[in-house]
């Protein structure tokens, strides 16, 4: 069974950071993309950032574009998540998920996890 | 990348079918056949109910459909059952290794 479990979370004051992880099994890590996705309390989903099998192709989300920065471990199974200069609006459960695609293209998500909470307040 | 728009709300019977929208424009739905749709029940996680537009994954039934004209998508779900009140989201690639949601649609089963 494919199992993703995030890590990390936490309460931070603004302008600070934090680094989320998400650990990958019963799958070839290295097979796919992954991607993070934020739930604001009360919101719905959004997409945050994505990278490729090899971490060679990231993309991210505007609103965290310059701020965040996503990588992997293909050795460690494992997946992460820089945040620095984190904000009140960055508040919110981060999932991580697999991303099925191709090495440039990522076409959905199939599975994901259940989530680690992050809360920016002073 | 602005979110997809989907109505914040639909309803219907048991029995009944809804039909979900979600807008976007030529940077996204309208360019890529790469939409995917979405379940959530509170407190659980997103479940992948569509992919590349039409496409079922294993084990969802076949009461769920997809379809795209222009820059729009939908999703059908068709003989509605109380476990499908849950909320429904949207999703497509946006280009650049970007995906972009919808901003959801809470489904009532009546």
């Known amino acids: 069974e494919v199992q993703l479990v995030e890590s990390g979370g936490g309460v931070v004051r603004p302008g600070g950071s934090l680094r989320l992880s998400c650990a990958a099994s019963?799958?070839?890590?290295?097979?796919?993309?992954m991607s993070w996705v934020r739930q604001s309390p009360g919101k719905g989903l959004e997409w945050v950032a994505g990278?490729?099998?090899?971490?060679?192709?990231?993309g991210y989300a505007d609103s965290v574009k310059g701020r965040f920065t996503i990588s992997r471990d293909n050795a460690k199974n494992s997946l992460y998540l820089q945040m620095n200069s984190l904000r009140a609006e960055d508040t919110a459960l981060y999932h991580c998920?697999?991303?099925?695609?191709?090495?440039?293209?990522?076409?959905?998500?199939?599975?994901w996890g259940q989530g680690t909470t992050v809360t920016v307040s002073s | 990348q602005s979110a997809l728009t989907q109505p914040r709300s639909v309803s219907g019977s048991p029995g009944q079918s809804v039909t979900i929208s979600c807008t976007g424009t030529?940077?996204?739905?309208?360019?890529?056949?790469?939409v995917s749709w979405y379940q959530q029940h509170p407190g659980k996680a997103p479940k992948l109910m569509i992919y590349?537009?039409?496409q079922r994954p294993s084990g969802v039934p076949d009461r769920f459909s997809g379809s795209k004209s222009g820059n729009a998508a939908s999703l059908t779900i068709s003989g509605l059952q109380t476990e499908d009140e849950a909320d429904y989201y949207c999703?497509?690639?946006?280009?650049?290794?970007?995906?972009?949601f919808g901003g959801g649609t809470k489904l009532t089963v009546l």
């Open positions: 998920a697999r991303v099925r695609g191709v090495p440039f293209t990522p076409y959905y998500m199939d599975v």
């Open positions: 019963g799958l070839t890590f290295d097979d796919y993309g």
């Open positions: 990278i490729n099998w090899s971490g060679g192709t990231t």
């Open positions: 030529s940077s996204d739905v309208g360019t890529y056949n790469y």
């Open positions: 590349d537009v039409i």
């Open positions: 999703c497509s690639y946006a280009g650049r290794y970007t995906l972009v």
